[in-house]
C-alpha cells in the first residue's frame, strides 16, 4: 500500500472507446502527475498538477485529457487512442510541485495502469 | 532543457559480485533521488542526496552525491537476487520562475544471476 491507488489496473480497449484512468492519493500532498512507461522511454512525465492546478502538460497529444477536480484525485481521460499509446500508466504525488517554488520531494507512484489499445 | 543520462542501460551480474549505476546530468542539480523498480511493479523511492559530495549508505547499497553536484553514483555490494530490478536516478534543477523540473534517467535495469 504506497498511499497512491489506481484503478482500473488493466485495460483493453479499441481506438474508437472512450475510457478514464483515476488515480486517488491518501497522503495529503499538494501535486500530482501522470507519468508514461514503455519500453522506448521508460519514465515520460505527461502531466503535472499542483493545488489542482495544472502547471506542465509535456506535449502530450489531445487525445490525452487530464482532469483534476480536488488535490486528492487525478483523472486520464482517454479517447481515439493509437496502438503505440500501449503503455504502463503511472500516477504519483509529492508533497510540493515543481511549480510552487520549493522541491518537489519524494514521488509516491501508484501500481500503475496497464493500457493495451486494440 | 535538462538533461539526465544514466549509464549501463543493462548489468547482468553474478550474485555476489557488486554494481554500479552512474547518473550525469547536463545542469547542476538542487538535489537528486534514486528510485528502485521490481518487475512488474512500480518505482519506490530510495534515498534523497543534496548536499555537494553528500554519501549515504543503505545497507549494502551506497549512494554518492558529486561535489560539482552534477553527478551521482548508486553502488551495490555483494548483489544478492532480491535486487534485481530497474534503478532510476531523477534529478531536480531550477528551471526559472520559481519552478524546479525533476527529470528521470531511463534507469538501469539489474540482472543477477544466482
Known amino acids: 500500500e504506497t498511499g497512491v491507488t489506481q484503478t482500473p489496473r488493466h485495460l483493453v480497449m479499441g481506438m474508437t472507446n472512450k475510457k478514464s484512468l483515476k488515480c486517488e492519493q491518501h497522503?495529503?500532498?499538494?501535486?500530482m502527475y501522470w507519468y508514461k512507461q514503455s519500453a522506448k522511454k521508460p519514465l515520460e512525465l505527461m502531466f503535472v498538477?499542483?493545488?489542482?492546478?495544472?502547471?506542465e502538460n509535456n506535449s502530450v497529444p489531445s487525445r490525452f485529457s487530464p482532469e483534476c477536480p480536488n488535490s486528492s484525485h487525478l483523472f486520464l481521460h482517454l479517447h481515439t487512442l493509437q496502438p503505440e499509446d500501449s503503455a504502463l500508466y503511472l500516477c504519483a504525488s509529492s508533497q510540493f510541485g515543481p511549480a510552487g517554488g520549493s522541491i518537489t520531494g519524494e514521488l509516491f507512484f501508484g501500481e500503475g495502469s496497464r493500457l493495451t489499445v486494440l | 532543457g535538462q538533461q539526465v543520462m544514466q549509464i549501463p542501460q543493462y548489468q547482468h551480474v553474478q550474485e555476489g559480485e557488486d554494481f554500479t549505476t552512474y547518473c550525469n546530468s547536463s545542469?547542476?542539480?538542487?538535489?537528486i533521488q534514486w528510485y528502485k523498480q521490481r518487475p512488474g511493479g512500480h518505482p519506490v523511492f530510495l534515498i534523497q542526496?543534496?548536499?555537494?559530495?553528500e554519501v549515504k549508505k543503505q545497507k549494502r547499497l551506497t549512494f554518492q552525491f558529486g561535489e560539482a553536484k552534477k553527478n551521482s553514483s548508486l553502488h551495490i555490494t555483494a548483489t544478492q537476487t532480491t535486487d534485481v530490478g530497474t534503478y532510476f536516478c531523477?534529478?531536480?534543477?531550477?528551471?526559472?520562475?520559481?519552478?524546479?523540473?525533476?527529470?528521470f534517467g531511463k534507469g538501469t535495469k539489474l540482472s543477477v544471476i544466482p
Open positions: 545542469t547542476t542539480l538542487s538535489n
Open positions: 531523477a534529478g531536480t534543477a531550477y528551471s526559472g520562475a520559481g519552478s524546479y523540473q525533476l527529470t
Open positions: 542526496l543534496v548536499k555537494s559530495g
Open positions: 497522503l495529503g500532498h499538494n501535486a
Open positions: 498538477y499542483n493545488f489542482k492546478e495544472q502547471t
